[in-house]
C-alpha cells in the first residue's frame, strides 16, 4: 500500500476511516476541510459520503449531519444497512441527523441552508455530508447566485470547524472541460470513476485530485465494495 509522508499544515488531522484512504493524505483531512465527492452514476459516492459520516460517529465519536436530496432517509437507512451501517440507531443516540432537503428555487434555497445549520447546531456537529451539491446548486437562478451561495456555504462552514464532504456528479471527461466555482472554492477533490474492462466487467478506481495542505497520493487506486462499505485499495492492471 502506497504510504504519503509529509507534515500537516495544522498538525490536526480528521480521520475518515475509509480502508486504505487515511493514509494516503497524511492521516486524514484538516479540520474544517471542505471536499468535493465526484463521480458518475452509481459510482458509489452515497455508500463513501455515508460511511465517512457513520465513522465519525462510531469510531472517532463526533456527531454528525447526514443531508440528502438523492433519495430519502428511510430508503438511505435501509440501503446501508447492507453494509452494516445501522444510521437509526445513530439516530436514536443523538448522534447523527439525517435530514431531506427539497430543490428550491431562489431564495427558497435559504431553506436549505437554515435547516443544514439547525441541525449542524442540534447534535454539535464535526461533520457534514450533503449528497448532492449538484441538487442543492439546481435551484441557483443565475451565475451569480450560485457563486454566492458556494462562497456563504463554505465560509459557514469554514467559521465552524466543519469537516464536509459534498458529493458532486461529475464524470471524469467533464474535468477536462475546466473547473467551476465549487472546484475553486473547495479544498479537496476527491474521484470516483467507473469503467468497463476489457473483460466487460464494471470496476471502481479512485483518486486524490487535490487536497490543500496535505502531500497526497496523486495515483489511481482500485475500489472495493465490501459487506462493510468502500475500500481504497493497490491498483493492479
Known amino acids: 500500500m502506497e504510504r504519503i509522508v509529509g507534515r500537516s499544515v495544522t498538525g ?26 465526484a463521480g458518475g452514476v452509481g459510482a458509489g459516492k452515497t455508500t463513501f459520503a455515508c460511511q465517512f459520516i457513520y ?28 453494509y452494516g451501517m445501522d444510521l437509526d440507531a445513530l439516530r436514536r443516540k443523538d448522534k447523527l441527523r439525517l435530514i431531506d432537503l427539497d430543490v428550491l428555487e431562489g431564495s427558497g434555497m435559504g431553506s436549505n441552508i437554515e435547516t443544514i445549520v439547525g441541525a449542524l447546531d442540534e447534535v454539535h456537529a ?34 465552524d470547524g466543519i469537516t464536509t464532504v459534498m ?6 471527461s467533464s ?7 465549487e472546484e475553486f472554492l473547495s479544498d479537496g477533490i476527491f474521484q470516483l470513476e467507473s469503467f468497463v474492462t476489457p473483460h466487460m466487467e464494471m470496476k471502481t478506481r479512485f483518486m486524490v485530485r487535490k487536497l490543500r495542505g496535505t502531500d497526497h497520493s496523486r495515483k489511481y487506486h482500485a475500489v472495493a465494495f465490501t459487506s462493510k462499505g468502500v475500500e481504497i485499495i493497490p491498483w493492479t492492471s
Open 126 to 159: 464535526k461533520r457534514l455530508v450533503l449528497d448532492s451539491l449538484t441538487a442543492f446548486l439546481s435551484g441557483a437562478k443565475g451565475k451569480f447566485d450560485y457563486a454566492f451561495l458556494m462562497h456563504l456555504i463554505y465560509k459557514t462552514l469554514k467559521r
Open 12 to 37: 490536526k488531522r480528521v480521520p475518515t476511516g475509509i480502508p486504505g484512504l487515511d493514509n494516503l493524505i497524511e492521516g486524514g483531512l484538516q479540520v474544517g476541510d471542505f471536499v468535493l465527492l
Open 167 to 172: 458529493t458532486l456528479s461529475k464524470p471524469q
Open 175 to 181: 474535468f477536462d472541460s475546466g473547473s467551476g466555482i
Open 55 to 82: 465513522n465519525a460517529v462510531t469510531l472517532y465519536d463526533e456527531p454528525a449531519v447526514f443531508a440528502t436530496f438523492e433519495e430519502d432517509v428511510e430508503s438511505l437507512s435501509r440501503n446501508m444497512k447492507r
